[in-house]
C-alpha cells in the first residue's frame, strides 16, 4: 500500500543527553516496520533519476521493492550488483545531495529515505546470514594492485575480483579501511561495520598486506616486478592542512586527522587503551564541514565541557551534512559563525590559552558561489580555550608522486588522469578518489574505484 506522507519515517536516535558520555551510534536505524513504510513512499519511476544521481548507479528503485515485498536478502544483493559498502554507504553518504536530491517525492516533500533503506537492508543481511558476497568467480590468474584500503582502493578491488582478478591491498596502516576507520567517529560510523563489509572481500581471496608503505617499503616498479600487470591508486587525502597562524605550533593544536585518528585508530574513547590525547575543558575546532562535526562531537564525548565550531561564513553556507549538524546542535555544541581566527595564544608553558578572532560579514558571491567573507573592522576579540583543532581540509599524501617521476600531479598534490578512467600518467597505473579530486565523499570514491577497475579490465583483456 503506497505511503502518501509527505515526510520520511523518523530515524530513531539516541537520546541526546546519553550521547555525551558514549560513542555508540546516534542513528539506530530502521526496524522492518519502518523500513516497509517507508518504503512504500517510493514511487518506483521508470525513469529512475535517482539511479542516474548515484556515483555507483545501484538500481535503487528495485532495491526498494523489494524491501516493500520483504525479500529482504534479495534487495540487499541488488545494492551489491554496484556496491560493496552499502552499510557504510547508508551511514555516511550525503544522499541528499545525490540520488536522494532528484527523487521525485522530493518535490512535494521529503525525498523517499534511500540512505537509510540501503542501511537496512544491509544490516539485516549482516544480522540474518552468513558473510560472503554471494558471486560467482572465474579466475584468469592476473594480478592487479591496488594501493590504499580505502573506498576508492576496496571498490576497486570487488569489481575486478567480480572479473577474474588476482587482488593484493597495499595498506599503510595496521588496518584496513582507510578514511571509514581513522576518520569516521565510531558513533556515526562503527567499525564492527566496516570489518564485516571488507571480510567479504577478503573470503573471496583478495590478499591484504598491511604496515606496507608504497612509495617507501616498496615502489610502484617493485609491484610491476613482482608480476602485476595494473595498479590502481586509491590513497586518499591524508595530508592535513592548516591555516599557518601564528601560534599554530602550540601544545593543544590539532589537526582533525591527527585528533581523529588518536581518536578512532587509536581508540582514545576507550580507558582499556593508553592513547596519548590531550583532552582540554573548552575546545575550539576551526572549519565547518562533516570533519569539524566530527571532531567536535568527539571532543564533546572526550569531556570536554564546552566545545566551540568557528566558521568564517554563516549557517547557511555550512558544508556539512544537515543531519550532522542538527546532531551537533542537539549535543550542545556551541557555533560561532561569521568568525575568523587570525592568532593562537598561548600560556607561559607553551599551551593553548585562547585564540583571537574576528567578527565577518558576507559580502558578494566568491568563484565557489558562496557569499564571500570580509572582515569586519575593529572586531578582534579572545575566546578562551584549551584545545584548537584544524578542520580546514586536506590534500593527497605526495609519498609515491615523489617516488615516481613519470607520475604527475597537480598544484594541489592531487594525481592527474588523463580521463574517467582514472589512467594516469604512467602507463598501466590507474587512481581515483581523494587521491585525484581532493576530499569528497565516500560513495564517489567508490565510483571512481568501479570506473578505473573496468577500464584496467580492458586494458589486460
Known amino acids: 500500500m503506497k505511503n502518501l506522507s509527505l515526510e520520511k519515517t523518523k530515524m530513531p536516535l539516541l537520546d541526546s543527553e546519553k550521547r555525551q558520555n558514549t560513542f555508540c551510534e546516534v542513528a539506530l536505524g530502521y526496524n522492518l516496520e519502518d523500513a516497509v513504510l517507508e ?29 516493500k515485498e520483504e525479500n529482504l536478502e534479495k534487495a540487499y544483493q541488488i545494492i551489491l550488483n554496484e556496491s560493496m559498502l552499502p552499510a557504510v554507504c547508508g551511514r555516511v553518504c550525503p544522499q541528499e545531495n545525490q540520488c536522494e536530491k532528484v527523487c521525485v517525492r522530493g518535490i512535494k516533500g521529503e525525498s523517499v529515505a534511500i540512505g537509510r533503506l540501503e542501511r537496512f537492508a544491509a ?38 575480483l567480480k572479473l577474474g ?44 598486506k598491511t604496515n606496507t608503505v608504497i612509495g ?49 585508530l587509536m581508540k582514545a574513547y576507550d580507558l582499556t587503551y593508553d ?40 549557517m547557511e553556507e555550512l558544508p556539512a551534512r544537515k543531519e550532522e549538524i542538527e546532531h551537533a546542535k542537539e549535543e550542545n555544541i556551541v ?31 566568491d568563484q565557489s558561489g558562496r557569499r564571500r567573507p570580509i572582515p569586519i573592522e575593529d572586531s578582534l576579540f579572545e575566546m578562551k580555550t584549551d584545545v584548537v583543532i584544524i578542520a580546514v581540509g586536506t590534500t593527497p599524501n605526495p609519498l609515491i608522486s615523489q617516488t615516481s617521476s613519470d607520475l604527475k600531479t597537480n598544484e594541489k598534490g592531487c594525481i592527474i588522469t588523463k580521463d574517467d ?25 567508490m565510483g571512481a574505484g568501479k570506473k578505473s577497475a573496468l577500464a584496467i579490465h580492458k586494458l589486460l583483456s
Open 421 to 445: 578512467s582514472g589512467l594516469t600518467t604512467k602507463a598501466h597505473v590507474y587512481a581515483g578518489g581523494d587521491t585525484v579530486t581532493g576530499a569528497a565523499t565516500v560513495i564517489e570514491a
Open 335 to 365: 557555533f560561532d559563525i561569521l568568525t575568523n581566527p587570525v592568532e593562537i595564544l598561548g600560556n607561559e608553558t607553551g599551551f593553548v590559552r585562547s585564540v583571537k578572532c574576528m567578527k565577518m560579514e558576507l559580502g558578494q558571491p
Open 39 to 67: 518504503a512504500n513512499r517510493c514511487l518506483e519511476c521508470k525513469h529512475k533519476p535517482c539511479v542516474d544521481a548515484c556515483p555507483v548507479h545501484i538500481d535503487i528503485p528495485s532495491f526498494i521493492h523489494e524491501i
Open 216 to 264: 617507501k617499503t616498496l615502489y610502484l616498479e617493485d609491484l610491476f616486478a613482482d608480476g602485476y600487470k595494473a595498479i590502481f591508486i586509491g590513497t586518499g587525502a591524508g595530508l592535513p592542512q592548516f591555516l599557518n597562524l601564528p601560534g599554530e605550533t602550540l601544545n593543544g593544536v590539532y589537526s582533525a586527522n591527527e585528533f581523529l585518528t588518536r581518536v578512532n
Open 275 to 314: 592513547t596519548p590525547i590531550y583532552k582540554g575543558q573548552i575546545v575550539s575546532v576551526v572549519g565547518g564541514g562533516n570533519v569539524a562535526m566530527d571532531a567536535a562531537r568527539a571532543a564533546l564525548r572526550l569531556g570536554a565541557k564546552e566545545v566551540h565550531i568557528i566558521y568564517r561564513r554563516s
Open 123 to 160: 544490516d539485516y543481511h549482516y544480522e540474518h546470514s552468513e558473510l560472503g558476497c554471494g558471486f560467482e568467480i572465474n579466475r584468469n590468474h592476473k594480478k592487479v594492485a591496488i594501493v590504499g584500503s580505502g573506498p576508492a582502493g576496496l571498490s576497486c578491488a570487488c569489481q575486478l
Open 165 to 208: 582478478y588476482d587482488i593484493t591491498i597495499f595498506e599503510a596502516l595496521h588496518m584496513p579501511g582507510g578514511v571509514l576507520v581513522y576518520g569516521i567517529p565510531e558513533f556515526r560510523l562503527p567499525k564492527a561495520i566496516v570489518e564485516k563489509e571488507i571480510q567479504q572481500l577478503m573470503i573471496h581471496g583478495v590478499k591484504l
